[in-house]
Structures are given as structure tokens and as C-alpha cells.
């Protein structure tokens, strides 16, 4: 599936407004598609199991999942007896330990809050690497964060490594040897230099300092001059994007202060300042403080 407007195969489902839409451009490319995943099956021979969108955020990938939301006691004095009795169907010994997992990534994914499709693929990293794994609790945690800072990169979706542990609260030394685990089981996985456009920060950077979209259009205009005149190449997306922000804040008279849009992306204000002043040298744009 392809954008009509910008092209980009960059498409995600979402299942709050039940459409794809591109996550590059924001166009909606279809409203409420036919569902083609499992309606339902049995799991043994007379316990009838219910069916919603196939995800991976559950062991059992929501083709009849025992997770009942809402107070037990309520379904039964509204007559839903069938609570009780999906209530009593007990997850299989093998799927516990997948079970508990993605329990304590549904927890860490509240606190990052990330797209859809992050969420989707840090389940599916999950499945691949504690399936049929018999992994203790502490192992288990480091798998798991590296599955959502896998899930970031596999997604192309910009997260700057400093930012990422310093939200979860992290060690990275315990990231980097959940990656290695989930590689073990997924060799295909790669771990290449981040090389995002700085325009991708652009927006990232702006909603966490709540900015007008007047900077973020000012600050993307920087950053495309920028890259006419060559001087993109070769440095740091991040210092990029957070100088272009800082520098549109003041052509805009919203200025932020340097150590405050620097802290969005986890870097020190010497590097907003020397990426500041090598825009100004290089782009020819004068400042009048």
C-alpha cells in the first residue's frame, strides 16, 4: 500500500479511528477497510473463544484472548455468564512466561507513548525472542526495552538513544545486551548508524516544547537551506534539527532558551550553540538580537 499523495509506503492502521493513514504526509488512505484477520476458533472442543483484531500485543496474538476488561462482578450481575467461564480458561504453561513479557512491555509502551506501529513491532520482537524461552524477570526487562528501541529504528520513527533510556529510566548497558539477545533469535535484525533527516526531530522537538507550527514550518525551511548549501552532510541530525528549532524561535519571536530545546533530545547546550553558530556562518542568516 502506497500513499497517493506523497508516496510514501510508510502506512499504518489505526484501530482508534479504523483507517490507514500515512505516517509521513497524515493522509488518511482508507476509512474503515474490511477486516481479513481471525474472527475466532475453538481451543479445545467445547470452549468457544473470541475473536478481535489479530495483534501481537497479546500471547495469543487476540484471537480469543482471556484478557476481560471492565469489573468481574459487574459482567455477572449484567448476565454476562460467559465471563466466568472464559475467566476459567487458564493461558498454557508454555505461553506464561510470553505472557508476563508482554504484560511488562504493555507498561513500559505508557510511558513512551510511541505509534501504533512501534507498539505492533516491539510485540512481535517479544514473541520471536521469549517463545518457548524460559528467560528470568531481569531478562526478560532487557529484552524488552530493546524491543521498543529496536521497534523505533525497524519503524524508521526518529527516538535519539539518550532520550529513549533517560524515559524509561534505563541503564543502556542493559539495552545493549537486550538487543544482542533479540538478534540471537532474529538474525536479520541490523543495527546500522542513525541517519534520520533532522526534519524528522523537527516535530518531535516542537510538540515536546509545545511550540506554535509556525516555528516547526520556520525551523524545516532552515534545515532544507541548510541542506542546499551542503552543510547537512556528515552532522548530527539531532543538533541539526534542535539549532534549526532554537534559530525559529527567535525569527518568530517564540524563543526558547538553548538548554531548554537541547533537553528534548538529551544533549548539553555547547552542542545546540556550536550547530547554532555553524548555521548562521554557513546559511548567511542574520540575527538582529
Known sequence: MKCPHCGSSNIIFDPDSNSYICQSCGLVVEEKPTYQGF???????????????????V??????????????????????????????????????????????????????????????????????????????????????????????RINDTPKSLKVFISELNVDEKDLWEGVRLIRESNSSIK???????????????????NAPPIVETMANYIISVSEEQGFISGKSPTSLAA???????????NKRNQ???????????????????????DVDIEVLL
Open 191 to 209: 543495527i546500522s548508524r542513525e541517519n534520520f533527516d533532522p526534519r524528522r526531530y523537527v516535530g518531535y522537538i516542537i510538540r515536546k516544547l
Open 39 to 57: 474472527e475466532g476458533f475453538l481451543k479445545n472442543n467445547n470452549t468457544p473463544r473470541y475473536s478481535g483484531m489479530f495483534t501481537n500485543m
Open 59 to 152: 500471547h495469543d496474538h487476540g484471537v480469543g484472548g482471556t484478557e476481560i476488561s471492565g469489573c468481574f462482578m459487574q459482567h455477572l450481575k449484567q448476565g454476562r455468564s460467559w465471563v466466568r467461564v472464559n475467566s476459567e480458561i487458564k493461558v498454557e504453561k508454555k505461553d506464561r512466561k510470553l505472557k508476563k513479557a508482554l504484560q511488562e512491555l504493555n507498561e513500559y509502551l505508557k510511558l513512551v507513548n510511541p505509534p501504533p506501529a512501534v507498539k505492533e513491532t516491539a510485540a512481535k520482537l517479544v514473541h520471536e525472542a521469549v517463545k518457548d524461552k524460559n528467560y528470568k524477570e531481569s531478562t526478560l526487562r532487557k529484552i524488552i526495552i530493546a524491543a521498543i528501541y529496536l521497534s523505533y
Open 243 to 253: 539549532a534549526a528549532v532554537y534559530l525559529a524561535g527567535i525569527l518568530t519571536n
Open 259 to 281: 538548554v531548554e530545546v537541547a533537553e528534548t533530545v538529551g544533549l548539553s547546550d555547547v552542542a545546540i550553540r556550536n550547530a547554532y553558530g555553524s548555521i548562521i556562518k
